[in-house]
């Protein structure tokens, strides 16, 4: 059972309807978030904002839900999009299902909606695939690039191939690390044009978004799949484009598990680029 079902089946007795628009997304609607409608009614008028959450490979549905009952909290609903491995060792296929997302996102139910982005670890590869559809028809895709009003990104897997091997490594059958780290290493090197020349074409997306919404990153320094000089260059060169950016750094913490290292720094962060964005603040602690 996927994570997104597991979570419906969670959530369904906390005031949470769960409704699954496709194998991989899952959409969340909290009857608790209407209490802070009036408040968003008179920022965004009838339209209650939408979190995209994009999880890390092999999130447990305790996990996600927490982050979900922040939003809720926040007086959004949220769209939950499990990222597959198919798709990162292939990414033709993550941009084939970056197209169908974009017409979910186009659907008379969210088409008037304004947008959150929160991508975690491989979930990050998952939006730059929805950046690169973006970027390749700029005027079909500008209202939704406008609709997107913050972007959040925890755990962005920078830096060498040998970074997402052990990823995947570590993500995907632990017991045999090593073994599929050389095994996705080989991989790469021999469907190069496919996937490692289309990872560097996915930073280079991110480097030159056609989301210009402010953006923050959570990130540490010890984490094995991650760059943290990296994600500082990237940050320092939306800075320069001129976008808003906010970095949270630790010298240790966990890949994806910054918030459970982290609680209060996390979640007061997480309040305050909320809070520049109109977005109704955290007052309950997780």
Known sequence: MSTAAMLARTVMSLGITAQRLS???????????????DRQTQIYGESKPLMLLLPWLGSRPQ????????????????????????????????????????????????????????????????YSQLLFQMSRDKQKYQAL???????IFDSLVVGSLEMMAIGLGKTVYPRLETLLKNAALAYFSIFR???????????DTFRNSPVRAPALFFFCENDPMSDYLA?????????????????????ESTHAGHL?????????????????????????KM
């Open 63 to 126: 996990a996600v839900q927490k982050y979900c009952d922040i939003y809720f909290r926040a007086g959004c609903d949220v769209l939950v999009v499990e990222s597959e491995v198919k798709n990162f060792l292939w990414p033709q296929w993550g941009l084939n299902e970056g197209l169908k997302l974009l017409e979910v996102l186009h659907s008379e139910r969210f088409i008037s909606r304004p947008l959150l982005v929160h991508a975690f670890s491989i979930g990050g590869f998952t």
């Open 231 to 251: 994600i500082e260059e990237l940050i320092g060169h939306l800075h320069n484009q001129g976008i808003e950016v906010t970095g949270k750094k630790w010298e």
């Open 145 to 151: 690039t406008q609709r997107i009003k913050g972007q």
């Open 23 to 37: 194998k991989n997304v899952t959409f969340y609607i909290s009857e608790s978030s209407s209490l802070v409608l």
């Open 260 to 284: 459970k290292r982290h609680e209060q720094e996390y979640l007061t962060t997480l309040n305050t680029f909320l809070h520049s964005l109109h977005i109704v603040p955290l007052k309950a």
């Open 193 to 203: 044009h496919q996937t490692a020349d289309h990872f560097d074409l996915c930073i």
